[in-house]
């Protein structure tokens, strides 16, 4: 209750919650200064220097091509304005993009919320074959014949005698990405006492927000998701029946031990993983942080606009028999939508993390023939 009382004095008379939610969810809040660590991979500057180097870097993929950069690009708010994420060549993903910025406050990564670190989640698309398709042992001895490499992983890991492995490659990322943080949107200076930062309209869709339209019961907390899954029917894009997506989800599919995975006509997020009747077509809830620089929207990219998610839900989410009960009707007038619209955009950082993308070091035969 104190926080509450706290909050309120920065607000006026806004109401974050009403009625029985109200003790049960966190407040949105500004973003802590700083994100978690992991106890076990510290931030220093030569590891964050180290890892924007690699995450620029499309050595780090088998043939050369994909980069961390390629899906999760500086120039499209750190997603990838497209349907769907980019491939490796002569493959096609099945899943959106999500944005890196603040992906340092989340405790579950991916979609379908399969792991827990940034650490963890640098492992899978190196090795994935529809990602980077970049075999680790490989990719430590592709790395050892860049002097510049040797150089910088000797800096960031002085305590390994042999520092160029893959789980120091992933960490040096994760590193990097937890500095890929922005906190001053018009509703961060807003909550903090500045009571210019958001307009009218954006005021009464924070309201909305939080009272009529009931987007706070999943998108909650300082970093606007809780880290759930929800099954909200989210419909099926036309491009997830293209042969070469229906080849990746078959591939996933077979992965995760489904026999007969040409069943299966579209993603089913944590179902894949659990096999759970009530997970089929649960995902993680994203994010609502700067949503407004990464169009398209949801798993599948289905939605083109910020207005089009919001006509979603006003209408209580898709039709499916497990649809999470969370969800219904809104009944929202045009104005109220237009202004839940002017809400998301204000959660959009004034801002952002500009990365100049490094000049990457040459392997040591470049060197000595004088190219790079």
Known sequence: MKKKIALASLVGTFVLFSGADSAKQPSIAPLPDR????????????KVELGKFLYFDPRLSGDGSTSCATCHDPNHGWAKKRV?????????????????????????????????????Q?????????????NYDLLEERLKQVPKYREMFKKA????????????????IAAFERTIVCNDSPFDKYMRGDKTAMDELQIKGMKLFTGKAGCVQCHNGPNFTDDKFHVTGVPKHKVEDDALVRATRNFVLREHGFKNPEKIDRDLGLYFITKKEKDKGAFKTPTLRN??????????????TLE????FYNKGGGNVPNKSKKLKPLNLTEE???????????????????????????????IAKGGG
């Open 35 to 46: 994100p978690p660590e992991p106890k076990d991979n510290p931030t220093t500057p030569e």
């Open 84 to 120: 769907m994420s980019p491939a490796y060549p002569e493959n096609k993903h099945f899943r959106h993009s999500p944005t890196v910025l603040n992906v340092a406050y989340n405790t579950l990564m991916f979609w379908d919320g399969r792991v827990k670190t940034l650490e963890e």
């Open 122 to 134: 640098a492992f899978g698309p190196i090795k994935s074959p529809f990602e980077m398709n970049m």
């Open 157 to 172: 890991f002085p305590k390994d005698e042999d520092p160029i492995t893959i789980e120091n490659i992933v960490k040096a």
């Open 291 to 304: 949503v407004a620089l990464t169009p398209p929207y949801m798993h599948n990219g289905v939605f083109r």
């Open 308 to 311: 089009e998610v919001v006509e």
């Open 336 to 366: 109220e939508k237009e202004a839940l619209v002017a809400f998301l955009e204000a959660l959009t950082c004034e801002t952002l993390p500009q990365i100049e993308e490094p000049e990457l070091p040459p392997y040591e035969e470049e």
